[in-house]
């Protein structure tokens, strides 16, 4: 069993900075792709950020040029660095993760984080 363990959230002024961090803990598993995700109250869960284990990213357009999503495989975690908050990016933001058993039946398993949550204030 693969777990997503999520920090760096909390409280910012519009402007500002923070970085999430997620990282993965488990025996017997491979990961593959890893994003960050989010949820504002009475909107649906959308991508913000993913990385592949080769490097290559994605963004969403509203967050291009200000945050950058980065990974360390020897730690198995993913992080995001938010530069110039906005108070439309509040949010939970949500680490995600393909991973794969290494041992037979090598089951895909994707795994959700518990969210960690963003304020920023205006």
């Known amino acids: 069993q693969v777990q997503l363990v999520e920090s760096g959230g909390g409280l910012v002024q519009a402007g500002g900075s923070l970085r999430l961090s997620c990282a993965a803990s488990?025996?017997?598993?491979?990961?593959?792709?890893m994003g960050w995700y989010r949820q504002a109250p009475g909107r649906q869960r959308e991508l913000v950020a993913a990385?592949?284990?080769?490097?290559?990213?994605n963004y969403a357009d509203s967050v291009k040029g200000r945050f950058t999503i980065s990974r360390d495989n020897a730690k198995n975690t993913v992080y995001l660095q938010m530069n110039s908050l906005k108070p439309e990016d509040t949010a939970v933001y949500y680490c995600?993760?393909?991973?794969?058993?290494?041992?037979?039946?090598?089951?895909?398993?994707?795994?959700w984080g518990q969210g960690t949550p963003v304020t920023v204030s205006s």
């Open positions: 995600n993760a393909g991973t794969i058993e290494s041992a037979p039946p090598y089951r895909y398993l994707e795994v």
């Open positions: 488990g025996r017997s598993f491979s990961i593959g792709s």
């Open positions: 990385v592949t284990t080769g490097g290559s990213t």
